[in-house]
């Protein structure tokens, strides 16, 4: 069965500095791993996608993720971090097949200190 | 704003009542899925719904339904609630049903209380 585990529930780090935030995927095959980020009291947004390819993908505000199949690990960093950085970030992995459903991973929440 | 619409923003009722969430794809697409978000379980997928048919189906209970109208938009109707049962509950939506897959666009979420 697919699983997304998120080990830090919850992350603090100072404005500009970096940040990476870790997940880990089971899947038997390759799969659809997503990003997507919920700031208080808003639906989810996209960030980034990986279905295949190069495994560094570039999102949106900056962040970029790196698929490592030996590791089974999607990690979302971003160099410099900003206060509007401050939300909850999930990890989702997608099926191939007949569906497209999304299961999520338990979320990371991210603080930024000024 | 997603392009995904659903109402109400928030519900408030007792336990053993009955509501109705509604949810309005974005234009062009054709695959609506319900997802619960609470504090002890997370984000969980419910339900998905491909033009009209049910395409995949989640941790959903049996007191939980859901349809999706020859106009695209779905409801989701929740029965005989208990407290549990309060959460956040979002729409999402895609053009397509299955792989290749494609991106969900989510809805802004409908908060329902229970008392």
């Known amino acids: 069965a697919q699983s997304v585990t998120q080990p830090d529930i919850h992350i603090t780090v100072s404005e500009g500095a970096s940040l990476e935030l870790r997940c880990n995927y089971s899947y038997g095959a390759t799969p659809y791993l997503f990003w997507y980020v919920q700031s208080p009291g808003q639906g989810l947004q996209l960030l980034l996608k990986y279905f295949s390819g190069d495994t560094l993908v570039q999102g949106i505000k900056g962040f970029e993720a790196e698929f490592k199949r030996s590791q089974s690990s999607f990690n979302l960093r971003k160099p410099s971090v900003h206060w509007s950085d401050a939300a909850e970030y999930f990890c989702?992995?997608?099926?191939?097949?007949?569906?497209?459903?999304?299961?999520f991973g338990t979320g990371t929440l991210l603080a930024v200190q000024p | 704003d997603s392009g995904v619409t659903q109402t109400p923003k928030h519900l408030i009722t007792a336990t053993g009542q009955r509501v109705t969430l509604r949810c309005s794809p974005r234009s062009g697409d054709l695959s609506v899925y319900w997802y619960q978000q609470s504090l002890d379980q997370g984000l969980q997928f419910l339900i998905q719904y491909y033009n009209g048919e049910e395409r995949a189906k989640g941790n959903i209970l049996e007191r939980f339904s859901a349809q999706q109208f020859p106009d695209l938009h779905s409801e989701l109707n929740l029965s005989s609630l208990e407290l549990g049962d309060s959460a956040l509950y979002f729409c999402a939506s895609s053009v397509g049903g299955g792989s290749p897959i494609g991106e969900q666009f989510f809805g802004p979420g409908t908060r329902l209380t229970v008392l």
């Open positions: 989702a992995v997608g099926a191939r097949g007949a569906t497209n459903k999304l299961i």
